[in-house]
């Protein structure tokens, strides 16, 4: 890992950690700054979050909405991004018959949530098999079209797909959906920090995104964005005091979701800080940063490609800063957990983090690396290093 990034995180140095995609990880000066909202919390409970709580928010929801390119006053802070897409399948009603539009590379809990929603209102949820391995960004437009039908009322898509880590045609997707009517709920658990957004000049009816992976706030941090003419159908999934205020100076959005009852807000409040930190790591600020961990993706799959006599699974242009890696089926059954044999050897004979995935489905499988500051190419070689003894 790099000496000079790795400093503003304390990763365990034991580890050669090429998962960042899965839970993120917080630089040690953001944490430190969430350890000080917190004493202020604690030093007086009733002042912070009875007096102090609203215009700290707000800083925090306008600070994101400039990065985000979106009015923060459409933005809600949501724990994270499977809250933001329950909030969406648990507050829209669907007519019996209606179509619920998904992919296969969906994120499982996504799914599972879009299922959910389904049986309740005697939906059907339809699935667009996109092609594996992908040759173009308009195959992927093209299978998830053809699957529209009149009766299809909604695309649950992610922003960069969680087990395969292709960018998906998000812009081309919303655009040619709202032609036909039909609205997208963007799970973009991936894309702040990891893609350069405009939430405005998107106009997805719904978009949730976390702020604990590649933005680098602390875990607890992410948001539902919601187009203004639809927040009236859209209500957290706590209903707190904000149903029933009689206040005037703010939308019955932001009352509803600005308080959802008591929790540990400090991980919101940190997101600026996260900007900040982060966007300040290299001179170019967050393009920069971006940039710096898309090349080294790129650079990553092409060494892993080369070491293991694969071919890559999509063009550089659907990759982001996580990028899969095909390895020879397995030949043992996934454990308890569902990780492949490969997947804990490497974790506890090499002390690498990094997912082993069943994709399509076990046996087939492939390895998702992912490229923060701190990694350097000195950890994919060593990763290459420790497949090749291990798949010998
Ligand atoms: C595409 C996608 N959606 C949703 C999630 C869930 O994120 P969280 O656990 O922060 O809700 C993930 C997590 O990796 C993801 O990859």
Known sequence: MSATFRSHWGLDPEVTFLNHG????????VLRHQADLRARMESEPVR???????????????ALGAFLDA????????????????????????????????????????????DFAASRWGARVVVATLPWPVASKQELVDAVLARVT????????????????????????????????VETLVDGAHAPGMLPLSLRSLGAGYYTGNCHKWLCAPKGAAFLHVRRDLQPGIKPLAISHGLNATRTDRSQFRLDFD????????AFLC????????GGMLPGGWPAVMASNHAKALAARAMLCERLGVAPHCPDELVGSMATVALPPGTEALNPLGLDPLHVQLFERYRIEVPVVP??????????????????????QRLAEALEALLR
Do not use: K
Not at 95 to 105: A, C, N, S, W
Not at 151 to 170: E, F, G, K, N, Y
Not at 271 to 278: D, I, L, N
Not at 359 to 380: E, F, G, K
């Open 48 to 62: 912070f979050l009875h007096r102090e709580i609203e215009p700290l928010l707000d800083a925090a929801r306008h």
């Open 259 to 266: 308080w959802t009852g008591t929790h540990d807000p400090s």
């Open 150 to 181: 009149p009766r299809t009322r909604l695309l649950l898509i992610d922003h960069v797909s969680s087990q395969t880590a292709l960018i998906m045609p998000v812009p081309e997707l919303v655009r040619a959906l709202r032609e036909r009517g």
């Open 271 to 278: 997101v600026p800080e996260a900007v900040r930190v982060m």
């Open 359 to 380: 994709w399509p489905r076990a046996p087939q499988r492939h390895i998702r690396v992912s490229a923060q500051l701190y990694n350097t190419m000195a950890d994919y």
């Open 71 to 114: 009015d923060g006053d459409d933005l809600g802070f949501v724990t994270n991004a499977t809250t933001g897409v329950n909030t969406v399948l648990r507050s829209l009603r669907f007519e019996p018959g209606d179509e619920l539009l998904t992919t296969d590379h969906e994120y499982n809990a996504s799914r599972n949530a879009l």
């Open 22 to 29: 899965s839970f993120g990880a917080c630089p040690t000066e």
